[in-house]
Every structure is written in C-alpha cells, then in structure tokens.
C-alpha cells in the first residue's frame, strides 16, 4: 500500500451532542453554544473549508437541523455524508424513562405520523410476521428518508452505518444474518453499508468466516496512538487492519477523546496507510481551521 | 464446575438482560442456553433471532434444561421473586442479579439466606467495581495513600428524568434516583469504606412510593468517618449518567470518577489518572469494558468455584443503606 494515497476527511459530530469520552465533566464545560446548530453548521462549513470532505453523525433531531441549515448554506453537494444510526443515547434514554414497550409504541408512531408508505408497510409485514429484518429495513427506509429530506437532494449521502451497540451486539451474538441482510438491503439502495465497532479485529475474523465481503463495506472504528477503545488491543486492530483486501476503514477517535495533540496524533494515523480516512470533531472555529489543515497538509 | 462449558440462562429480556446475554453468549466456557421473558413480543422475535437457545415464558420452563447459572435481569421489584423460584426449584445454584439484589432490605435478607441455604456462587450487577477508575481508587486507599480517610463527598447524577413530566410505571419500577443510580455510588462507598450507617436524610419530589428523583443523605462511622451523597437523575447537561467521589484523607485528597482519578497529596505531589492511562481493553467490547470484566469475573468464580464480589450478602448492604436514607427521611431526620 502507498502512503500517497488521499485518506477521506470527515467531520465528527460527538461534541455537538454533548460527548467527551476524556471527561464528561470536559464536555458539559464546552458550554451551550454547541447546542445550537447554527454553531454546528457554521463548524462544519469551516471544516469544509479547511480541507474536510464530509461529516459523519448520528441521526438525531440536533444533527438533522445541523444539514438543513448547512444545505440552505449551499453546503449540501460538497458534503459526503456518513450517517450513524440509530441515535443509540436517544433510544436508551427514552428506555429508561419509558420501558422498552413503551419505546417500540412510541417509535411505531413516529413512523406512522412519518406518512412513509414503504416504511409503514414493511413495519406492518414485520410486526405480523414476526420479521426481524422486515423492520430493520423499516427502521432504514425512515432513516434514510428523514435524513434526505433535511439534507437536500443533492447531498451525497456515501453510507449509512449500524451504531457500535447494534453491530458489536450483533457480532456477540453470531447474527450473520443480520449482516448480510443490512449488506444486501443497503447495495440494493446504491449506498455502501457500514459498521461501526469497538471490536474492529474480531469484526474482520468473523467477517471472514461467514464469507461477507468487506469490500463492499466502510467500517468506523477507533485507532489512536495510545490504543484507547481499541480492542481487543492496539497491535491486534493494527495486524487486521493491515490484512484488509482494500481500505474501507474511516478512523475515530484519532485523539483518544483529546487525550492526545493533534500533531502526535497524526503522526501515528500517518502510519497507517490501509486506512480510507478519519474523522474528528472539532468544538470551535479555530480548532476547525487549524485540525483539518494539519489533517490535510499530513494525510492527504 | 466440572463442565467445560456452562450452561446459563437469562431471565427478562430488557435492555440489561440482552447486554449479558450477549457478553455471556461471547464467551469462551459459556453455552448461552435458554432466555426467559414475560412478554408475547420479546418472546416471539427473540425466538426468531436466538435460533439455538430455547426461548421461555417462565422461569419454571428453566428446571428442564439443565442450567448452571442463571441471571436475573427484571425489573428490581421481581428480583427476590425470581431468586426465591430458582432456590426452591433447584433450577440452578449459581445466581447474578442485576442490581439491586432485592426491593427492600427485608427481601434481600430473605434471598441472602436462600443462598446461604444452597450454596453455589452468587453476585449482583454492581459493575462500577469493575470500572479502571474506580480500582484505581480502590487500590490507592487500600495502600493507604491518602492516610487516614475522615470523609467524602459521594455524588450520582443524570439527565434520564429532566423534563419527564409524570412518574411514569417504568420510572417507578426503576425504583427511584436511589435504586436507579444512586445503589452504584452507595456500593462503591461500602466498598471503599466499609459499612456505613445513615445520619440524616432528605428526598426530593417524591411523587409516587420509593419513586423521588433526587436525595442528600449523610453517613457515618463509629471511627469517625463522615460521609455525604447527593443522587439526582433530574440533573441539567448529565448527558451520560456520571457518579464519583471526593476522598479526604490525613495525607491529601483524591477525587474519582468514571473518566479519571485524581490525587493531591499534602506535600504538593498531584497525579491524575484518566481511563487512558489505566489498562481499560478488553478482548471484547459491549456497552462498557466494565460489563465484560464483571461477567468474564462471575463466570470464572463459577467455574472455579470460590465466591464472588459484591456477593448478595455485601450487596445487601446497599438495600440496608437504601431503606435507612427512606425511613430517615420519612421522619425528617
């Protein structure tokens, strides 16, 4: 692999909801203004600038008004977008207050006030047939379509990816399946599927085991200099990184949630010439500005 | 355990209850076995998604399938219930309880004295124990860095109920802040400190039985030691929900949270620790690292057949704790 190939940069969207995996006590510090997505979007568009292709984010109601304004910036057709689902906070919090019951009640409804048809009819099949992957794609299709109506018609929307819990979950539990069907659904709507994992080394063995091509897919995982979440250790995710037929692989947390500089951070991702591209979040103009130049002058 | 593999069984199917099934169903000397939940429609998908284990609707179903250890994962006011069904039926001898162990501490004697009664290796799901931060901690007053501990601030926050507008059942049967979150914060205390007896109490917006949603409550010891904790889940910007302690002791202050531990000592000597710096991989990641080193833990105890911590017996001491600050409080104290 050549070290002059473009790794694809991409802004994150942790610190517009509130996330620092440094300290949670750091994150509420930021203050309030992360939570207006005009900041959000004016962050994004500075990135763009700055030299990042796309933003990678979690479907919720923030990240949603983040790529309406953007597109009414005129932003959408620069912008390859990633998009996470499902919003795994959202989902848990309203677990907790309202029960699991409670929560699938509730998201029927938001389907059914969607006006969807494709979505309610597949919902339909797979609440009667008792099919799982009948209301995965319904869970998709409205996804899919919410995020297409906010971010115009002209955004490029690259892949959709399943949230850690949902393809960690799935890899503890052996659900092939579950993966193939999620490959074969999101082929058949010309998108690449994706994953993002805590568990990249054992995502690629088993991925190999059940003969699903990893070509046809993005994976989002940690890689950073100290190892941090990256399991079941750095040397092992490095070793399965290296064995990959083609890079597929956006890197996060490259700053081990700002444990770590951005040059020394960088540095190490330098090495890693299998990967596709990275992903950073960035919580201020400047950051923005100065990130993704360092980013572009060393990666790309 | 002479088996190589153990067969085990998870009892409620709600989000606690598919995470261990999950983690146990990854692990190398576990067979996930059978799941047990109420519910028609959990019943039915998961019988469409678990293709090789059995699916039940009743613990009792469980007895036929040879079960070695079994999880509890309903809602906390079912615990006692279930464990009582599982001692008498001789369904399994080894249990894990998510926590709390029990509704009460009166229930939680009663199951504390089954287990006694049958033996095998019994835990519940107090998983901060197994946070690298929290160890950290543990490991520094164990060596008695800070010297000789006179009090601590203990805090248990989150967002979960800001701007819920009714109790609703499932917040209910959450037991309130205290058995929601609040138990995790108390553990670790009775874990740092030893036991702990409640001084004076206060709960907030108590709108439905053992349902408030915030309470400041203070413990001491005979030794001296005092001891406050402040537990919300009404709490503005707790996106996640956060709990820690600020340790004074005769030699410096510590404080310890989920992210990092911090360390001030009296001759100007400081060091902080952050998950980073502290061995957090695991060989498989879910929901938290500390998920899979509590169960990988249990299982091992298990299969080697010596006792695991917290056992019922020192998680029954948070019930204890839990009725005190209610009856305090219940009489202004």
């Known amino acids: 692999m050549s070290n002059e190939r473009k790794k694809m940069l991409l802004v994150g969207d942790n610190p517009f909801h509130g996330i620092s995996h440094l300290s949670q006590e750091r994150a509420r510090v930021r203050g309030d203004a992360m939570v207006y997505p005009e900041y959000a979007a004016n962050l994004v568009m500075t990135s763009l600038e700055n030299g990042a292709d796309g933003f990678m984010f979690s479907v919720s109601e923030m990240t949603l008004s983040i790529l309406r304004i953007i597109c009414e910036m005129g932003g959408g057709r620069r912008l390859r977008l990633y998009a996470i689902v499902p919003y795994a906070f959202e989902y848990v919090r309203l677990a907790t207050q309202i029960g699991t019951p409670g929560l699938i009640k509730k998201f029927a409804k938001q389907i059914t006030v969607s006006r969807n048809v494709r979505a309610i009819a597949m919902g339909l099949k797979g609440v009667v047939r008792t099919d799982p992957v009948a209301l995965l794609k319904t869970y998709l299709i409205y996804e899919i379509s919410r995020i297409k109506s906010s971010a115009g018609k002209q955004a490029n929307l690259d892949s959709v990816l399943l949230h850690e819990i949902i393809t960690d979950m799935a890899l503890a539990l052996n659900l092939d399946w579950l993966f193939k069907s999620y490959m074969d659904f999101m082929l058949e709507l010309q998108m690449k599927p994706g994953f993002n994992t805590r568990n990249f080394a054992y995502l690629v063995k088993k991925f190999g085991d059940w003969n699903l091509d990893l070509r046809e897919t993005i994976i989002v995982t940690p890689f950073n200099k100290v190892g941090f979440q990256m399991n079941p250790s750095q040397i092992e995710c490095e070793k399965a990184l290296a064995n990959l037929p083609e890079p597929n692989t956006i890197a996060i947390s490259i700053l081990a949630a700002g444990y770590l500089k951005p040059p020394e951070a960088i540095n190490y991702i330098r090495t890693l010439t299998d990967l596709k591209g990275v992903a950073v979040g960035v919580s201020k103009e400047h950051h923005a500005r100065e990130t993704f130049k360092l980013l572009k002058e060393n990666l790309v | ?333």
């Open chain 2, 1 to 333: 355990m002479s088996r190589e593999k153990l067969r085990v069984a998870v009892v409620g199917l709600g989000k606690m209850g598919v995470l261990h099934a999950s983690i146990l169903n990854i692990l190398p000397n576990v067979q996930l076995t059978a799941l047990c939940d109420k519910s028609t429609v959990i019943l039915k998908f998961s019988k469409r998604i678990f293709n090789r284990v059995h699916v039940v609707d009743d613990v009792e179903k469980l007895s036929a399938l040879d079960i070695d250890v079994i999880y509890v994962t309903t809602p906390i006011f079912s615990h006692s219930l279930v464990a009582k069904n599982v001692y008498s039926r001789e369904i399994a001898r080894n249990l894990f309880i998510e926590k709390t162990l029990a509704s009460s501490y009166d229930e939680a004697k009663e199951v504390c004295e089954l287990a006694q009664a049958f033996g095998g290796v019994n835990m519940v799901g107090y998983m901060k124990r197994f946070a690298v931060t929290f160890r950290k901690a543990k490991n520094l007053l164990t060596q008695e860095t800070l010297g000789e501990v006179s009090s601590f601030d203990a805090y248990a926050y989150s967002s979960d109920f800001l701007g819920s507008k009714k109790n609703s059942k499932t917040s209910a049967s959450r037991g309130g802040a205290l058995r929601d979150s609040g138990c995790h914060v108390v553990d670790l205390a009775l874990w740092f400190f030893g036991d702990l007896q409640v001084d004076s109490a206060k709960l907030q917006s108590p709108t439905e039985k053992d349902s408030e949603n915030s309470v400041y409550f203070r413990v001491k010891k005979p030794s001296g030691l005092e001891g406050k904790f402040s537990v919300s889940r009404c709490m503005e910007n707790y996106r996640l929900p956060e709990m820690g302690l600020l340790v004074r002791g005769s030699k410096g202050i510590m404080r310890v949270n989920d992210d990092k531990v911090s360390l001030k000592l009296k001759g100007g000597k400081s060091s902080t620790w952050y998950r980073h710096d502290l061995n957090d991989n695991v060989f498989f990641w879910l929901g938290a690292p500390e998920y899979v080193r509590e169960d990988e833990y249990f299982v091992k105890s298990v299969l080697e057949n010596r006792s695991a911590e917290p056992s019922f017996y020192a998680a029954s001491k948070v019930d204890y704790i839990i009725d005190q600050v209610r009856y305090r409080a219940g009489r202004n104290e």
